[in-house]
C-alpha cells in the first residue's frame, strides 16, 4: 500500500511538471522552478541578513545613550527591550506570508534536553529530514535545498527551500555557554536557559514554502514575469522590516520600553543611529552582496530641502520613473523594463515601486512645526521637509542581471 502511493504520488508530480508552460520542454521547467529557487533564496537571504543586523546590534538596542557604530558604553543602564534575532525575523515573516502567500519559519530541533524555545519553530517531517541531513553534511554559506512537493493535506504543489543556519559569535551571546550569561544565571538577557551552542554548530534552518502557480504567459514574456514576481516580494522584504523599525523607533530609543507595550513617558530617550532608512540600508548592502541584486532607496527630495542622503540621488531612468508617478494618483503597483546597457555589454531587469508617506513617516518627514526636538528637525538632525500624507517621498529601485 505504502508502495502504491509512493508511485502515485511520482506520477503526480511527474504530470504537474509536464502540464507546465512549454517554451523548449525541459529548459521551460527549469526556468520555471528556478524562479521559484530564486525567489526563495532572496526571502532566506533577506530574513538572515535581519537576523545578522540584530544580533550584532543588540547591546546598541538595550543600552541607554548607545549608538550605531560605535563602541558600547559601559556605564550606561541596560534594559531588554523584546527585540531579539529570532522574534524579529519571525514577526517578519508572519506579515511577508499575509502580503505574498509564502511560508516563511526558523525551524529548529533545539538541543538535547532543552528541546524549543518556541512551539512554532516545531519542524514538519520535511524539515526534519533537511535539518538532520544539514547536521551531517555542513553546507558552505550561502547554500541551502530545494524541491518540489506535494502537500499531503491540501494535495497542492509546493516549493519548498530550506537554509541552514549555523552559530556564529554573535548568537552566542543568547545561546552559548550557560557559564557566559550576562544575569550570571544561566539565562540570556531574554530569560530562556543559554543552550551551550558553540561557533559553527547548527542552530536551526530558514524554512519557505512558496505555492506554486500556472504561468498566466509563456515565451519571452515569461522571463519579464518572472522578474517582475521576484521583484514583487523583494519590495515587500524590504518595506516589512522597514515599517517594523518605524514602528519601534521610540522602543529602541527609550530606556525601559518594552515591544508591544506602550512607551513610557518618564524615562530617558537617546537616538540610537537606528532608523528605517540607516536600518533598510544596512540590510540591502548584505542582501545585495548575497544575491548581486541591486536594491536602493531613491528620491528627488522636497522643494528647497533636497535629498537627505546623496546616495539617495537618482539616475536618469529612476527619475522618469519618479515624474511618471508624480504626476498620478497613488497606487501600489511598481513598474518594471528589459535595459540595455552597451556601455558595459550588460542586459538588466529594472523594477520601481513607488514610495508615499504615511503616518509613521511623518515623525521625521512631516510638519517642521511638530518637531520633536522643537526646532524644525527630526531626531536625527535632519530639517522635516513638510511631507503630507500620501505624499510621493520616493522608491525602491532594483536592478537584476537578466541571466
Known amino acids: 500500500m505504502k508502495r502504491t502511493a509512493t508511485i502515485l504520488a511520482c506520477l503526480f508530480v511527474i504530470l504537474f511538471v509536464t502540464s507546465l508552460p512549454t517554451k523548449t520542454g525541459k529548459a521551460q521547467v527549469h526556468d520555471y522552478l528556478y524562479d521559484y529557487e530564486r525567489i526563495s533564496k532572496a526571502v532566506v537571504s533577506m530574513l ?8 550584532e546590534n543588540i547591546d546598541v538596542i538595550n543600552t541607554h545613550n548607545a549608538m550605531l557604530g560605535k563602541p558600547i ?14 522574534g524579529g525575523a519571525t514577526r517578519i515573516g508572519k506579515e511577508l506570508t499575509q502580503r505574498t502567500g509564502i511560508r516563511v519559519k526558523f525551524a529548529s530541533m533545539g538541543k538535547g534536553k532543552q528541546g524549543l524555545r518556541n512551539k512554532e519553530n516545531m519542524p514538519d517531517n520535511w524539515e526534519k529530514n533537511q535539518l538532520k541531513k544539514f ?8 547554500v541551502g535545498f530545494g524541491e518540489v512537493e506535494k ?30 550569561s550576562p544575569t550570571k544565571d544561566g539565562k540570556d538577557i531574554t530569560g530562556h536557559t543559554m543552550e551551550g551552542y558553540k561557533s559553527g554548530e547548527l542552530i536551526g534552518a530558514i524554512s519557505v514554502v512558496s505555492p506554486i502557480e500556472a504561468e498566466p504567459v509563456s515565451g519571452p514574456e515569461s522571463l519579464i514575469h518572472g522578474y517582475n514576481k521576484m521583484a514583487k516580494v523583494i519590495v515587500n522584504l524590504l518595506q516589512i522590516p522597514g515599517y517594523f523599525i518605524a514602528k519601534n523607533l521610540d522602543v529602541i530609543d527609550t530606556f525601559g520600553a518594552m515591544v508591544d507595550t506602550p512607551v513610557p513617558l518618564d524615562q530617558p530617550h537617546s537616538y540610537k543611529g537606528i532608523n528605517p532608512v540607516s536600518f533598510a540600508k544596512l540590510i540591502t548592502a548584505k542582501f545585495t552582496a548575497i544575491t548581486g541584486i541591486r536594491m536602493r532607496f531613491v528620491s528627488e527630495g522636497r522643494g528647497t ?52 508617506v504615511n503616518e509613521l513617516c511623518m515623525k521625521c518627514h512631516g510638519d517642521p512645526a511638530d518637531s520633536p526636538t522643537k526646532d524644525g528637525k527630526d531626531i536625527t538632525g535632519h530639517d522635516m521637509e513638510g511631507y503630507k500624507i500620501k505624499d510621493l517621498i520616493g522608491g525602491i529601485a532594483l536592478t537584476f542581471p537578466i541571466r
Open 48 to 55: 538572515n541578513a535581519i537576523e545578522i543586523f540584530l544580533s
Open 151 to 180: 502537500l499531503a493535506e491540501t494535495y497542492d504543489m509546493v516549493y519548498r527551500y530550506i537554509y541552514p543556519l549555523y552559530a556564529e559569535p554573535s548568537c552566542l551571546k543568547c545561546h552559548g555557554d550557560p557559564a557566559l
Open 305 to 356: 530641502y533636497g535629498i537627505r542622503n546623496t546616495e539617495d540621488q537618482p539616475d536618469p531612468w529612476e527619475s522618469l520613473q519618479i515624474k511618471k508617478y508624480a504626476e498620478k494618483a497613488p497606487t501600489e503597483e511598481g513598474n518594471g523594463e528589459v535595459i540595455k546597457i552597451p556601455a558595459v555589454g550588460l542586459t538588466v531587469y529594472r523594477y520601481f515601486y513607488p514610495l508615499y
Open 73 to 86: 558604553p559601559k556605564d550606561q543602564p541596560y534594559s531588554y527591550k523584546g527585540i531579539n534575532p529570532e
Open 135 to 142: 547536521t551531517t553534511i555542513r553546507y558552505p554559506s550561502g
